[in-house]
């Protein structure tokens, strides 16, 4: 229970009280009425004793009486029956004192942590002090007991009556009739000689002194001066001493304030459907009985009295309630002092006097009546306690020793049916009990109590046992010293008998109220929440409510707090308290309990709470609180049902619409649906116009694309690139990447750059949370706008107005004008949002002057979606047209998380996001760009001529047009000098080769054609390439058509090929310096041919070559295959010429053997052409030649394509460019990866030298370019494409093919903890073994007659060319070798003669003939491919020779003559 003002001990001695009856004549009521106040009410606050009273017990004991209080309450009758329930009027009276009594704004309240929860809670009820401290005054009088009947009587008269003393008489004797006539059951009296107690009342300012005087002394003869008192009153008049303040201690008796303040009565008026009583009619009531009560106090009153009279007489005369009432009826002249000024014309000195007179009245009147009483009913018992109990009980069965109990036809059943005579002793015993109890002699009293609890119990008459067994237990309790401890068991058994026996609630509630404060001060909280939770019931749901709340207190007030078990009975409090119509009551308790279950994922509690709480909030005229609770409900992920959150949505527009009103000014947040705001992505710049017949856009950024990191990464590194090719090569310090499209994973600590009159776009990510559907619409962005050089202070004006002026319904026309003057917005009108769904909105906004935009959030119309379930009554479609609220969500983003110095770690701070803070700038130029012809697959290396437009569609010139791609290769516009003049226009391409090309008929043996070519002729050889448009400028709406040659990848797949196009405006020192376009295609490259090239020596001596003296030649073979799939349609592919581009070598002719030169190749077929390569001339190797190509062509159909000029060269330089830096990057992983390795090896730099001596000799790098045509059948027309591959040939001896080689997966290295030493160089044999090339010289047949001469001497020559740059040593060793089998048979008959080894040194490139001579014996073929060569570099003193590689087998036919 919650903490109370009074200790436990002075709660139990206040609620019993010794009662006093008070009879007015009518002249001293209207004396006391001067004061605003009857004679009853003006004591009361005198009625608690300051002093110490003293008392004899029968046994002569003096019993100390502490802080004894007395009742004193106004005589009024009635002859109704006692009833065991409050009336109608009394519980209204109840209601309206809990009704008054609300929770201070400041009030002290109690924060307890217990677990995880923090409460915070108001620490005192003093509603539910008020209801008890009410309930019990409110209390019937009961025949089973005597503490609340009447044990003395006050008759007062004013000095003013003519003859006081008959006045007295009057009122004794109205005493007497009232008490002992039996025409009333109320009041109740407690003994049948009530103690009568006479006061003279004096008016000082009215009546003469010396006159009341003499009736005192008077009085004092004829009542003794024990029994009547004068009380002299009304010392000042209110007029004289205005300003003089005297405290008021009425106010707090005769309740705080008048009608509890006008607005709580509001609440109980207006929505109170569900208190008991209709209050209008019980304010009647109330109003017409006090109003009675007030003007006389004469017997003949209303016989309708009683509840209202007896509630008023005990609840504080009705309290305040009808303070107002009372003054009008009584006295429409004294409009004394006002409402609630009570006491008027009583001085301090007059406080005093009527403090002694209660004093007086209490020490020399009731207590010795009280002594005198008790000593007469001990006497009485022990005299009857001579007889032996059981002779006593059959003296009085057989005797009628006082009636028996009976059953009485008139009481209800619920009394059990007994009924004792007023003189039984068992009653005389209780009798005895109360009136010691009284007087606080707690001892005694218990053992009166126990003694008549055992006789009630043996009598059965359990009404009366019940009293005993509850007296009994407050006795006990109340003993000092505590000789027993407190019998709870004997408070249980009471109230069970009460509720469930008797069936008397209010006797009930009275106990529990008792037993449960006990128990508190006990620290038995448990057991007091459990008495508590019993005594709820549906009889009184303002009880059961009060009692909820208490135990509930009692909860979390345990040593270990229950706080779920504390909200949880907080919660049917509430409930309680709302049917009881205490809405501000329901109200707090429901809050407090939301305290308990707020986030802690009981949603559907929580939903039901912030319900409840809704509700009542509105009802009470608090919307704020109303719509913050509703909002809360459809916030949460609710796991509601459809209809449930359909009627919460329904709730909550209702509430918030009669919020808003007609106000709609400042628009208000609404919590639906969901924005997230960080996945809020802004576009910039223009919609491009998608493809237009056979155009096809440029794909740039929309708001339909993925952001991907790596994709950004890229183009951004395409950007620099872009940037750095316009700024000679270096990019600018302050450059930023362009972003056109903002959203989370972008970098936006920047305002971003916005240009006039291009549309921003913001797609704005909804959630509908709810299972219902939610229908918006007019929904815009909401937005503010700062105008370049405006002063801050006058524009905050001018942005708030602009800001409204986009939310206002109503906006003016002028507003209109001026809000579509700055920006213009788009409004979509229906946006609807299914159950639980996530979309996009895409709002625009249209900027027309520059300055500074802040897009604050959105606005837009809330309705629930209609659908077919409404009810079809017009109440339920009338709400539903009604409904429909407008607000505005604000998109309020969350930067990233700094992380750079040491106190964004340690704290956690973000940075700002300005995605939606765009600057807007002036006008730009704006580019679009389409693809005509563009195709979609191609064959790997086919060529393909497309065409590009551009267009300038902005209001400003552009320039500087340029373009870079992840794959230059792919695609070139040609260069100025070598692009062949082709038909501009698209259409007239049609069936055009793509080649520049010449009608050459081939003659067998003809030698190539050539070309001399810089390298710088094709200048744009980096990735990043100017566009050649004319006069480099495109005007505002101008528009070029280019060509575009293509070539289609080498590898086969899908292709992801991105062009970036970079282009400036005209005008210089924009905030945007350039601006770019982004392209996307995918091409799928299909097989086409592959191509396989190597090259070796020729084995013709180098004097019959056919070159002057350019050296040896060599020879190309080429292997190509097609190794086309079928799929894409290829019918046979043709060879139509080989071209080589170098700038050393150069294919010669053509020494292939077929006849028709054309070659075809059909599905899987391989063809084979041989090729001389021969040096350049030397005379063109000058120096400013260096980087001069030799471009040969070597036709095998009837045209020559020119391979030097576009696109043929263009391709051909792409593709070497890439293979060579690929073949860089190779090399250079490679020699840093080995020279890591390497230690400080001294033999490193001959070594070296060796390599680069050895690569010298091999040499060749030689690039083939085959060019080729398919014919393809497709849609039953043929086509004929063309294209071109190319190989690289390097090296003399090694393979070099078209295909890219696969990437093989990396092989899996052991780990290695201990560096190795380092391997010695060691140059692979193969290359060593072509330093030197061998040729010999015979004649094919030699005839020789052996009959003549057995030895057949044959010449043979032996020509030895040194093919490096360095000096050679050579050794020549003709010794056949002995070790094989095979060779001593195959040269038995065969041997070289004269000098069988040489040593020679040859000069670079020297070639030199050595005469041998052969010996045969016989004739046959021989091989003469004997000679062993051995060779290395001179000046090598440490290294070995290594055996040359030698040419073919040198067959000779020796013929017998």
Partial sequence: MAQCVQSVQEFVQDSFVPMVAVLCSEEAERVTRKNNLSFAELLRPFCRLTSEGHIRDPNNQVQVVKNLRICVNNVVTSPNTASTALSPTQRQLLNEVVLSCQPQEGAATNVITAGDYDLNFSATTPWFEAYRENFLQSMPASDHEFLNHYLACLLVVSSTEAVPVEQFLKLSQEQHRIQHSGEYTNPKWFIPNTLKYYVLLHDMSEGDEQRADAVYEEMKQRYGPQGCYLLKMNSRTFSTEEDEQIPDPWSQYLHRTNLHNQEMLDDVTVNNAAVENSISAAEGDIHHSAEKDGVSNSLESH?????????????????????????????????????????????????????????????????????????????????????????????????????????????????????????????????????????????????CYHTAKKDFLSDQAMLYAAGALEMAAVAAFLQTGAPRPYPAHYMDTAIQTYRDVCKNMVLAERCALLSAEILKSQGKYSEAATLLIKMTSEDSDLRSALLLEQAAHCFINMRNPMV????????????????????????????????????????????????????QSFTLRQPDNAVTAFRQILNNDSRQTATQQGAFLREYLYVYKSVIGGNEVSLPQLPLPCIHSSATRVYFGHERRLAEGEKQAATHVSLDQEYDQDLASMWCHLEEQLVAAANRGIVPVNFQPTQCCLNSQTDNLRHPLAVVEEPIIVEVTFRNPLKVSLALSNLSLLWRFTTDGASPSKEKTTEEQAGEAVTNEETLALGVAQKDDIVTTETILDFHMGPEETKMARLRLLPHRTGQLNIVGVVYNLAEASSGEMAPSTDGQQMRDMIVVRGRQDLKIQGPRLNQTKEDKMLVRHGPDRRLDPIIIPSMPLMEVFFLQFPTALLCGEIRKAYVEFCNVSSVALCGLRVASTHPDFFTFGSQATTPSTPLSPTSAENCSAYKTLATPTQPGSVASEVLVSADDFSQLSSVMEIPINGNTLQPGESTQLPLWLRGPDQEGVHEINFLFYYESTEKGLKISHRVLRHTVFICASRSLSVQASASRSSVPPHHSLDDKGGAGTLVFIDVENINTSESGVREFHIVQVSSSSQHWRLHKCINPARDKDCKLTSRERAKLCFRATRCKPHQATSDAVEKYTFADLNLGNERIISSSTPCGDFFFRCCRTSESQRVDVASSRTSSSSKSQGPVPSE???????????????????????????????????????????ALQTIGKEATSLAPKEEAQEMVLLKFKSELPLPVVLPSAELSQLIKTNLHYPETYTHPFVQNSLCLVPVTLTLSNCSLALVDVIIDLRHKSNSSESLEVHSSFTWVGQTQYKLQLKPQEVLCLTLRACFLQAGVYNLNTPRVFAKPAKQGNMCETSQQTASPALIIINNA
């Fill in 303 to 447: 016989p309708l009295k009683l509840d209202a009279a007896s509630s008023s007489g005990s609840l504080h005369t009705l309290s305040a309630v009808n303070t107002e009432l009372k003054k009008g009826a009584r006295d429409p002249e004294s409009t004394a002092g006002g409402a609630g000024s009570h006491g008027a014309c009583l001085t301090l000195n007059d406080h005093d006097h009527i403090r002694q007179f209660v004093q007086e009245f209490t020490f020399r009147g009731l207590l010795p009546h009280i002594e005198k009483n008790i000593r007469q009913l001990n006497d009485q018992l022990v005299s009857r306690k001579g007889l032996s109990r059981s002779l006593f009980t059959a003296t009085k069965k057989w005797f009628g020793g006082g009636k028996a109990p009976e059953k009485s036809i008139s009481e209800p059943k619920s009394t059990c049916g007994l009924l004792y005579p007023p003189e039984a002793p068992e009653l005389q015993i209780r009798k005895m009990a109360d009136l010691c109890f009284l007087v606080q002699h707690y001892e005694l009293a218990y053992s």
């Fill in 564 to 615: 779920r078990k504390f909200a949880f009975h907080m919660i049917l409090a509430g409930h309680r308290f709302s049917k009881a119509g205490q809405r501000r009551h329901a109200l707090r308790c429901y809050c407090q309990a939301m305290q308990v279950y707020k986030d802690r994922g009981w949603s559907l509690a929580e939903d039901h709470i912030n319900f409840t709480i809704g509700r």
């Fill in 1245 to 1287: 730099d001959r070594a070296s030298d060796i390599t680069s001596i050895v690569k010298k000799c091999n040499e060749l790098d030689l690039n083939i370019i085959v060019i080729w045509k398919a014919y393809v059948v497709e849609d039953n027309k043929q086509l004929i494409l063309e294209g071109q591959l190319h190989v």
